[in-house]
């Protein structure tokens, strides 16, 4: 069974860095793009970004410099690593796969950034 | 960058009656990497439909997709009760991946 499971959430204060995981079963991460969407509370949802499996790596332009993407394989997780964080940072974080053009998410792992 | 747009942002109908959500997208893309999705208040969005027209496990019939271009259409062909959610378009073809911006489906 394909899934995906989030962690690493938490409080963090603004300026602070934080790093999500996605472990995946079922699949290999190396295999299948994979992207990081947030949803900030009352909002819709925001795509944040994706890694491709021969390594590209993109991102949403409210992000790029401070978000890195990137994946482990011997552990088959992807990773969010987000430095400067800022209170509009605040989002449950998820965490997709596209098997296939089938996409799979994750439950999500709540982040919020105040002081 | 792909931008979605969904009309109308609320539907208000009856259980029973027929559903037609729109996606419109701002450049024409392939139907291979559309995809629908239900979100309940606090939960996690459920995928219902991608690839257009492709349902997903565990999905009931009532739903649907069609389109091509630039047009998508998600359908409820008789409302049920649990059916009353927010629905998002999603393009997942491209180096930046999108999400229309939600339609509120409620009880009238």
Redesign the interface.
């Known amino acids: 069974e394909l899934q995906v499971v989030e962690s690493g959430g938490g409080l963090i204060q603004p300026g602070g860095s934080l790093r999500l995981s996605c472990a995946a079963s079922g699949f290999t991460v190396s295999s299948h793009y994979m992207?990081w969407?947030r949803q900030a509370p009352g909002k819709?949802?925001?795509?944040v970004s994706?890694i491709y499996s021969g390594g590209?790596t993109?991102y949403?332009d409210s992000v790029r410099g401070r978000f890195t993407i990137s994946r482990d394989n011997s552990k088959n997780t992807l990773y969010l690593q987000m430095n400067s964080l800022r209170a509009d940072d605040t989002a449950?974080y998820?965490c997709a796969l596209?098997y296939y053009?089938?996409?799979?998410?994750?439950?999500?792992t709540r982040v919020t950034v105040s002081s | 960058e792909i931008v979605l747009t969904q009309s109308p942002g609320t539907l208000s109908l009856s259980p029973g009656e027929r559903a037609t959500l729109s996606c419109r997208a701002s450049q024409s893309f392939s139907t291979?990497?559309l995809?629908w999705?239900q979100q309940k208040p606090g939960q996690?969005?459920r995928?219902l439909i991608?690839?257009t027209s492709?349902r997903?496990t565990g999905i009931p019939d009532r739903f649907s997709g069609s389109g091509s271009g630039t047009d998508f259409t998600l359908t409820i062909s008789r409302l049920e009760p649990e059916d009353f959610a927010v629905y998002?378009c999603?393009h997942?073809g491209s180096?930046?991946?999108?999400?229309?911006?939600?339609t509120r489906l409620e009880i009238k």
């Open positions: 992207s969407v819709g949802l925001e795509w994706v590209s993109y949403a449950v998820y596209y053009r089938n996409p799979y998410w994750g439950q999500g | 291979t990497y995809a999705y996690a969005p995928l991608y690839t492709s997903a998002y999603q997942y180096s930046q991946i999108s999400f229309g911006q939600g």
